[in-house]
């Protein structure tokens, strides 16, 4: 495959992925709503979007201007990438209905422990984080690997990942000034 027909599969298959993940977030967000959710962190929200979304323009542009070639690692970046998404299902499959995109709590609920939840905290968010890094590197993008990665990491280590700590609390009863 030509690197201009990779980069092109990649960003189908990504597109169409995140398209499917959307909806389904959507479909699992009205039935926590309907369950009493109560939602964390909805400021964050459009970070996330805007981080993902610039991605999926960023590397295949980056690739592009580089002369769209595959990089000399494709086949292990791919790998990774491969192993990532197997990974996100997992996860996802394990959350079931709870699975989503935004942070919707609802009271009562506990922290799941099966599926990859036994191992890892945050299973979803170890695939991306490979995602990220894997998609870009597999076409030479490496400016947008790092960059991404380096927002990513700033984005789940400094708001996203305290605030879904705070709404776990919140669930649990631990009102300690975890408001929404």
Not at 61 to 85: H, K
């Amino acid at each position: 495959m030509s690197g201009t027909g990779m980069i092109a599969t990649l960003v189908g298959v990504l597109a169409i992925q995140r398209a499917a993940e959307l909806r389904l977030a959507r479909r699992n967000e009205a039935r926590a709503r309907a369950r009493g959710a109560v939602e964390f962190g909805a400021a964050h929200y459009p970070l996330f979007f805007l981080l993902h979304g610039g991605w999926l323009v960023a590397w295949p542009l980056e690739a592009l201007t580089r002369g769209g070639a595959p990089a000399p690692a494709w086949p292990l970046w791919l790998g990774a990438f491969v192993v990532a998404q197997l990974l996100r299902y997992w996860a996802i499959a394990s959350l079931g209905e709870r699975w989503n995109t935004r942070v919707l709590v609802v009271p009562g609920d506990v922290p799941l422990r099966h599926g990859p939840y036994r191992w890892l905290a945050h299973p979803n968010y170890l695939a991306v984080v490979i995602e990220l890094a894997a998609v870009p590197l597999s076409v030479g993008a490496t400016t947008t690997a790092w960059l991404a990665s380096v927002a990513n990491a700033a984005l789940l280590g400094l708001v996203r990942i305290p605030c879904e700590r705070r709404a776990l609390s919140h669930a649990a009863g631990d009102r300690g000034g975890a408001a929404p």
